[in-house]
Nanobody
Framework: QVQLVESGGGLVQAGGSLRLSCAASGLSFNSYAMGWFRQAPGKGREFVAKIRRGGTRDYADSVKGRFTISRDYAKNTVYLQMNGLKSEDTAVYYC???????????????WGQGTQVTVSA
């Protein structure tokens, strides 16, 4: 059974930084693309970033240059370093995994419980 556990969320002032972590278990971590998504109040879930099995990274335009996704194969953990945070980054952030050969945002599943990120102006 795939289990994804996010941590690292919190309250931060605009311009500040946070690092989210997602510990994965129950899957062959090396064989999965990992991604971060977020859902703001009253809005749908949106793609933030993903990292493929080989390490290739993709980002939503809204976070390019500010967020960095990385993964530690030894720890089965994926990270999201968030710098230059803005109030519009406020959301619940979710970790997800995709076993697809071409991991489109729609192919991600096995969601974690989410971690709240709140950015104050």
């Amino acid at each position: 059974q795939v289990q994804l556990v996010e941590s690292g969320g919190g309250l931060v002032q605009a311009g500040g930084s946070l690092r989210l972590s997602c510990a994965a278990s129950g899957l062959s971590f090396n064989s999965y693309a990992m991604g971060w998504f977020r859902q703001a109040p009253g809005k749908g879930r949106e793609f933030v970033a993903k990292i493929r099995r080989g390490g290739t990274r993709d980002y939503a335009d809204s976070v390019k240059g500010r967020f960095t996704i990385s993964r530690d194969y030894a720890k089965n953990t994926v990270y999201l370093q968030m710098n230059g945070l803005k109030s519009e980054d406020t959301a619940v952030y979710y970790c997800a995994a995709s076993g697809a050969t071409v991991p489109t945002p729609a192919s991600f599943g096995s969601w974690g419980q989410g971690t709240q990120v709140t950015v104050s102006a």
